[in-house]
């Protein structure tokens, strides 16, 4: 079985500073992870995605995340924080390949918080 | 890209009523669909596979009976909440996916009164 796991449910920073939203995840097979975003009342977004390509993969409105195998993490950064950027973040872990689903496990999600 | 539409985005009913959420691509077909559901302030947890043409396939705890899935054509699934209650106020949410790339509806939110 596979899962995920986001180490904080709440991150709160100042607006211009870095952000690091943590996650690591356990798979038996080379897993597909996503990043995903949901602002509030409002659906979800898919910010980048890792499906065993370059290990940094750059995302929308300046989000970057690396996959570490020998961590078994998947952390997602950016820069510089934007007010904008207030919203609920998903890890999202594939169902393997060769199942023929595509069914998606969730983290159970960091609330990022931009301060002024 | 390809779009997965959901409708209807919100939605309020009376318990004992039921309630139909549609999920349609709309430029790809979709053999396979997924069907979520989010608690406030909880994570999104699958709650079936709508297969076309054939049964869905629900997870562990979720009630068939009372969630109908039909997935009738390549490109539509429903879920029918039956005899709803104010518990299964909720956000749901289907994915599709043409290939490689999952793509999710709207979402839909629920409130039971």
């Known amino acids: 079985a596979q899962s995920v796991t986001q180490l904080d449910s709440h991150v709160s920073v100042s607006e211009g500073t870095p952000v690091l939203l943590r996650c690591n995840y356990s798979?038996?097979?080379?897993?597909?992870l996503f990043w995903y975003v949901q602002h509030p009342n409002k659906g979800l977004q898919l910010l980048l995605k890792?499906?065993?390509?370059?290990?940094l993969v750059k995302g929308i409105n300046g989000f970057e995340a690396e996959f570490k195998k020998s961590e078994t993490s998947f952390h997602l950064t950016k820069p510089s924080a934007h007010m904008s950027d207030a919203a609920e973040y998903f890890c999202?872990?594939?169902?393997?390949?060769?199942?023929?689903?595509?069914?998606?496990?969730f983290g159970s999600g960091t609330r990022l918080q931009v301060q002024p | 890209g390809a779009v997965v539409s959901q409708h209807p985005s919100w939605v309020i009913c009376k318990s004992g009523t039921s309630v139909k959420i549609e999920c349609r691509s709309l430029?790809?077909?979709?053999?396979?669909m997924f069907w979520y559901r989010q608690f406030p302030k909880q994570s999104l947890m699958l709650m079936a596979t709508?297969?076309?043409?054939?049964?869905?396939?629900?997870e562990q705890g979720v009630e068939k009976d009372k969630f109908l899935i039909n997935h009738a054509s390549l490109t539509l699934s429903t879920l029918t909440v039956t005899s709803a209650h104010p518990e299964d106020s909720s956000f749901y949410i289907c994915?599709?996916?043409?290939?490689?790339?999952?793509?999710f509806g709207e979402g839909s939110w629920l409130t039971v009164v």
């Open positions: 994915s599709a996916s043409p290939g490689n790339t999952i793509y």
């Open positions: 798979s038996s097979y080379s897993p597909s």
């Open positions: 999202v872990v594939s169902d393997p390949p060769g199942t023929g689903r595509r069914a998606l496990t």
């Open positions: 430029d790809f077909q979709a053999t396979t």
């Open positions: 709508s297969n076309e043409g054939s049964k869905a396939t629900y």
């Open positions: 890792y499906t065993s390509a370059a290990t």
